[in-house]
């Protein structure tokens, strides 16, 4: 059984940083794209970053030049580091994996609260 468990996420003051991360577990073939999510209270779930097999980043227009996506393959790890962070990145953050075989997983989500 495949499971994505997501850590790091907390409380922090604005201008703060913190480092998301999201291990997957289980018998996994084919990963294609893996990508973090938030969902803030009251709004859609929207994309974050999402990195391809290729190494081929995307970032949303409101976190472009502060987060950064990353992987350790070996580890099956996914991050998302998370810099000048600001209220409105208040969120739970979710992990997202799309395989070429074994379809979509999703996380279970970490809170991220960011203060003024």
């Known amino acids: 059984q495949v499971q994505l468990v997501e850590s790091g996420g907390g409380l922090v003051q604005a201008g703060g940083s913190l480092r998301l991360s999201c291990v997957a577990s289980?018998?996994?073939?084919?990963?294609?794209?893996m990508g973090w999510y938030r969902q803030a209270p009251g709004r859609h779930r929207d994309v974050v970053a999402i990195?391809?097999?290729?190494?081929?980043?995307n970032y949303a227009d409101s976190v472009k030049g502060r987060f950064t996506i990353s992987t350790d393959n070996a580890k099956n790890t996914v991050y998302l580091q998370m810099n000048s962070l600001k209220p409105e990145d208040t969120a739970v953050y979710y992990c997202?994996?799309?395989?070429?075989?074994?379809?979509?997983?999703w996380g279970q989500g970490t809170l991220v609260t960011v203060v003024s």
């Open positions: 289980g018998s996994i073939l084919g990963i294609q794209v």
């Open positions: 990195i391809t097999s290729g190494s081929a980043t």
């Open positions: 997202n994996m799309l395989t070429a075989f074994m379809g979509e997983y």
